[in-house]
């Protein structure tokens, strides 16, 4: 059964820190790897997308990893800031025929972000 | 800019009532998707379309039914409305074909309370 596993569920730093979220999963075929942002009372908002060539993607203070042979991708948040508070959700595609999209989403972490 | 929008933000209805939840989105996407988001569970995928007047089961379609008349538009309805159906819907939608790249785009959300 695809699976994605998060962790921590969540976490709580102080702003400017850094801070780094996991993200196994057990889905096959692999396709792509994405990691989504939901603000509070929002829907998830997509961050940044890897497949399977990819071991790094960046978007501003926001980077993700992957590992493709071990299954693991991180993400990592520099220098924190207040509008980073959110659930962060991993979604891992598989290859699929037909309409499905084939996504597993984790359960996600929940950042928060202390003055 | 994409956008999908979902009739209400907040709704609250007595159990045994039927409920109308209304998704439309603007993008042309062929693929679209009803979850539920409940705390330390995730998202959870009610059920999809990925075409008008096509309609596909996701993981917990019980208690549920939806409705693709035009491709713009996807309906959730909760035939009699229960309080374990007390939660956040989501709506996305997204391309279909070889060339997409699995990216669901997601409404704001109707948090629905069924007293």
């Known amino acids: 059964k695809n699976q994605v596993e998060q962790s921590p569920q969540s976490l709580i730093i102080l702003e400017g820190k850094n801070c780094t979220l996991q993200?196994?999963?057990?889905?096959?075929?692999?396709?792509?790897l994405r990691w989504y942002k939901q603000d509070t009372g929002r829907g998830p908002v997509s961050l940044t997308i890897?497949?399977?060539?990819?071991n790094t993607k960046s978007n501003g203070r926001y980077t993700a990893t992957l590992d493709a042979d071990t299954k693991q991708s991180s993400l990592h948040i520099t220098a924190s800031q207040l509008s980073d508070s959110a659930s962060y959700i991993c979604?891992?595609?598989?290859?699929?025929?037909?309409?499905?999209?084939?996504?597993?989403f984790g359960k996600g972490t929940h950042l928060i972000i202390q003055p | 800019d994409v956008k999908v929008t979902q009739s209400s933000r907040y709704l609250v209805k007595r159990t045994g009532e039927k409920v109308f939840l209304e998704c439309v989105q603007d993008?042309?996407?062929?693929?679209m998707f009803w979850y539920r988001q409940d705390p330390g569970l995730g998202l959870r995928l009610i059920y999809f379309?990925?075409?008008?007047?096509?309609?596909e089961k996701g993981d917990i379609p019980e208690g549920y039914s939806v409705s693709r008349e035009k491709k713009e538009r996807f309906s959730l309805i909760l035939e009699s409305a229960s309080t374990n159906q007390t939660s956040m819907y989501l709506c996305?939608?997204?391309?279909?074909?070889?060339?997409?790249?699995?990216?669901?785009?997601f409404g704001p959300g109707t948090r629905l309370t069924v007293l």
């Open positions: 996305a939608s997204s391309l279909r074909g070889l060339k997409r790249s699995n990216e669901q785009f």
């Open positions: 890897m497949t399977f060539s990819e």
């Open positions: 379309s990925y075409d008008v007047k096509m309609k």
């Open positions: 979604v891992v595609s598989a290859l699929l025929g037909g309409g499905a999209d084939g996504l597993t």
């Open positions: 993008m042309d996407h062929e693929n």
């Open positions: 993200c196994n999963y057990t889905v096959s075929p692999f396709s792509n």
